[in-house]
């Protein structure tokens, strides 16, 4: 039972399982959602979705789930008699809209004409400037802006009103696919951060040895742990310019939340597309570029290494020798990249620009086949599939 | 089925009492989210007075460890008595503390336990409350003895969102985010708040609250539980509702703004707002 419904979501990406499904189906056993879809929506909410981020995919999952089953009960407006109809209208028209109507060939040729639409009509429908539903500009409906408008049962219809509890769609502020800040930013670099202890023995460890003191009965007896180490050491590189600077905002976001969060954090310039020198300082890109062979000896494979940058350019850039926009470059852009993966094992390309645009952009698919598959967007999801990636 | 409701005190959405009663009935731990100051651990309170079973809270700190609220083992004041040759000694049942989830699971009566802001802690402690919270029992090593609930408390767990929770612990939490509520619920939480409270003031003080949420860029918006303070001060006053009319000429900054705005950079900007009305006016 309904399990379409968690079908449905796994595939929208929502991780509900089966112990949450079994959980469902024992609150619908006893009695919690007594035969009333508003309450099932409502458990069912509460049972599957563990993330305020994902209410708002939750609902749209829901609505489409059950899109065939609201009109079970309530009112069916082919079921309106006419009669009805034209009292509703007498008294919802003001005379000077009564006069209006005249224009449209009198209130039974409105009536006329609603029935053929009616005829017509077949599901639920919204805007629009011919069929029945609501906020259009057809003269039936409600909250429509037609001034010869037919209100056809908008506070009869409770029904109407359940449907809408999920189609209202409330929480898309929340969706965590849309938007970052510097925060959001931040919880998930976190991920990045490992602690791990290593090395020798060197400080005190003042509970163990309170501990152990104790159950040696007072005898003291000293205990040690290993000093406490982040081991996550990150390697960034960042776009600059030209058609990153849309995205610099976003870049600098990242780069702030980033800083705070590693002690090893080493970030390096580049334009377009990683070639053979990078920069520390953009004022003084020519004057101070570093070459890339430098930084990859200088950095060993223990760093993870994170691109940053839009991936749109010219597919020259990436794969022909002196594609480079900005000066003469011996090797292609695609050899750089390609040192740079083999030398560092954990490495991700984060992309600002939104993924589902990414199909239409060449050279970003490119970079992607470079990176095999490893380019995520700039969202909070984004970097949390990528720092999953990085410390697996 | 004796169910939790909205009560005189307490304004709960419907798909709040859903979730809370499918915790109840199910014996699941439910999980809380939602903007600091919309009556999250108030919830444990009247949950635990709706079904009238006794509430114990737990107020989780940084350092808080899970096992703190199983049982902490007192091994600094055995070796004190141990020095001091008391016979206390010899039975280790002595030095051990029971924690809160300890008291909750030896409670002959079934009773609300509240976790609260579970996100303060490390990262892990969820995890180490997985069993504990699943089951319901625990063991304690000292002792070689399992403590297991004799009836299975209600569990509520309140979350500020600071940290992410492991997908494992909320696979067996039901979960509520409560939402700011709109104007409608907002006049019935202060109704229920403030019965006698003067309508006219009501409302002017809602519209104020509501506009001074929509001022763009503010660090803390106001949440319930300012407003609710700021009324009582109001109220406190005896002011009149004129001094919080405002005008698309002139905005007002509001009386006793100090309980609406908590930091400078808010007053500030809400202060520069008015002053650009007020010159525009």
Sequence with gaps: ?392 | MAGFRSTDKYIASRDLEVAVNAAVTLQRPLLVKGEPGTGKTVLAHEVAAALGRPLIEWHVKSTTKAQQGLYEYDAVSRLRDGQLGDPRVHDIGNYIVRGKLWEAFESDEPVVVLIDEVDKADIEFPNDLLLELDRMQFFVYETRKTIKAKQRPVVIITSNNEKELPDAFLRRCFFHYIRFPDRETMEKIVQAHFPDIRNDLAREALNVFFQVRDVPGLKKKPATSELLDWLKLLMVEDLSPDVLRSNEKQVVIPPLHGALLKNEQDVHLFERLAFLARRNG
């Design chain 1, 1 to 392: 039972m309904f399990s379409h419904l968690v079908l449905s979501l796994r595939t929208a990406g929502l991780p509900a399982s089966i112990t949450e499904w079994l959980t469902l189906m024992a609150a619908m056993k006893a009695g919690i959602a007594d035969y009333n879809i508003d309450d099932f929506y409502y458990l069912a909410r509460a049972t599957l979705v563990k993330d305020e981020r994902h209410l708002d995919r939750f609902d749209r999952v829901f609505a489409q789930c059950f899109k065939g089953l609201e009109p079970a009960e309530g009112v069916k407006v082919e079921d309106l008699p006419e009669e009805w109809l034209r009292k509703l209208a007498e008294k919802l028209l003001t005379p000077e809209e009564m006069a209006k109507i005249q224009s449209l060939g009198g209130l039974n040729a409105i009536m006329e004409r609603l029935k053929e639409l009616l005829a017509e009509q077949k599901g639920r429908h919204q805007g629009g400037s011919k069929w029945i539903g609501t906020a259009g500009t057809s003269p039936f409906g409600a909250y429509g802006y037609n001034p010869e408008g037919v209100r056809i049962g908008q506070d009869e219809s409770r029904h109407r009103r359940a449907v809408k509890v999920w189609d209202r769609r409330e929480f898309k502020d929340l969706d965590d696919t849309i938007e970052l800040g510097t925060r959001g930013m931040k919880l998930a670099l976190r991920r990045l951060r490992r602690f791990a202890r290593q090395g020798a023995a060197t400080e005190l460890d003042l509970p163990d040895t309170i501990r152990s003191t104790a159950r040696n009965a007072g005898t003291l007896d000293l205990k040690m742990i290993p000093e406490r180490h982040n081991t996550v050491k990150v390697l960034l590189l960042l776009d600059i310019g030209g058609s990153m600077d849309d995205h610099v905002k976003a870049t600098e976001e990242l780069f702030s939340a980033a800083r705070s969060e590693f002690k090893h954090l080493e970030y390096y310039y580049f334009h377009n597309f990683p070639y053979e020198r990078v920069w520390k300082n953009n004022r003084r890109r020519h004057e101070e570029a570093i070459p890339t062979w430098q930084v990859l000896r200088t950095y060993g494979p223990d760093y993870k290494l994170v691109i940053v940058g839009d991936a749109a350019m010219s597919p020259y850039e990436i794969t022909m020798q002196g594609g480079s926009v900005e000066h003469y470059n011996d090797e292609a852009g695609a050899v750089w990249l390609d040192r740079m993966l083999s030398h560092y094992r954990r490495a991700a390309w984060l992309n600002p620009t939104p993924k589902n645009s990414w199909g239409h952009v060449r050279s970003i698919n490119m970079v992607n086949d470079l990176m095999e598959g490893r380019m995520y967007p700039l969202t909070l999801t984004g970097i949390d599939e990528m720092t999953r990636d990085l410390s697996r």
